[in-house]
């Protein structure tokens, strides 16, 4: 039975690290500099390093503010918490991904016969080359930088025994050709 992915409040973790500076919050929320000092003295959240966490200051915008004037910055505020919200979503979803990659690449290396050094090298290459375009695609987008396994991470999640002998060389080359190949002719 398939499984259902978590509410988008479920994220709300993934985005609650994201800070951005008093003059960005004005800018994006339509007020000025001087109106989001007076929301500071109010008791809006400010970090230590001065810096505004994101969704701490949405989240009191919307708890605090209200009246005619002040909806179209509640507005400014809900779109601009979904979106982080949604950035932070597609960061984790794209941390999840990049992790099977080089599981997959080493896999794939064994089946058509590269040894198990050549098949490390690949995956750790192709999870740098990946990692490196997703996180200028997500930078790009305003999203935080997804998280890459440690190459040893992604190596305890493949079953090299089974895939490669003690001498490096692939155990399983042809292997998944052969089981096409069978299965389509109606024989596997």
Not at 37 to 45: D, V
Request: charged share 20%; glycine share 10%.
């Amino acid at each position: 039975m398939p499984k259902f992915a978590p509410r988008m409040q479920d994220y709300r973790p993934l985005a609650a690290n994201i800070t951005v500076t008093k003059a960005e919050l004005a800018a994006r929320l339509g007020v000025t500099r001087g109106r989001v000092s007076q929301w500071l003295a109010a008791g809006l959240p400010v970090g230590p390093d001065g810096r505004v966490p994101l969704l701490a200051a949405l989240d009191w915008v919307l708890a605090t503010l209200d009246g005619g004037r002040a909806a179209a910055t509640r507005r400014a505020a809900a779109a601009w918490r979904d979106e982080t919200i949604f950035l932070a979503t597609a960061t984790e979803a794209v941390s999840a991904v990049l992790a099977e990659v080089p599981v997959a690449v080493a896999l794939a290396a064994a089946e058509v016969g590269i040894g198990r050094a050549e098949a490390e090298r690949l995956g750790n290459m192709t999870l740098l080359f990946m990692g490196t375009e997703a996180a200028e695609q997500l930078r790009a987008a305003g999203a935080p930088e997804p998280l890459l396994p440690h190459p040893e991470a992604w190596r305890a999640g493949v079953n090299w025994a089974s895939l490669f002998g003690a001498d490096g060389r692939s155990r399983v080359a042809g292997a998944l050709r052969a089981a096409t190949a069978l299965a389509e002719r109606g024989e596997g």
